[in-house]
Nanobody, 123 residues
């Protein structure tokens, strides 16, 4: 069982930056693929970024490539999402996710979800 707690959301102007953090419980954290999803107003939840258990492999949605960076610190059981050049369309609730299998399966149907943190980008 893995519990995920997000933090770092807030209100920022377009062009600004935010860093989201996800604290994970569980002794097997380092074996999980980790990632971020988001759900904007009236929209379905979508994959944003993912990172393999080792941190070697990453994957990003086309809409955030070049602007967002995912990273992890297995010693601290933490995952981060650095978001730069934010746009109003990035406004959403951002969810941390974990999967026991692969980065691919994480991007499709993660095993675990956090409760989310709100990110609002004003124009």
């Amino acid at each position: 069982q893995v519990q995920l707690v997000e933090s770092g959301g807030g209100l920022v102007q377009a062009g600004g930056s935010l860093r989201l953090s996800c604290a994970a419980s569980g002794r097997t954290f380092s074996s999980y693929a980790m990632g971020w999803f988001r759900q904007g107003p009236g929209m379905e939840r979508e994959f944003v970024a993912g990172i393999s258990w080792s941190g070697v492999s990453t994957d990003y949605a086309d809409s955030v490539k070049g602007r967002f960076t995912i990273s992890r610190d297995n010693a601290k059981n933490m995952v981060y999402l650095q978001m730069n050049s934010l746009k109003p369309e990035d406004t959403a609730v951002y969810y941390c996710a974990a999967d026991r299998r692969t980065l691919y399966s994480l991007s499709r149907r993660p095993d675990y979800w956090g409760q989310g943190t709100q990110v609002t980008v004003s124009s």
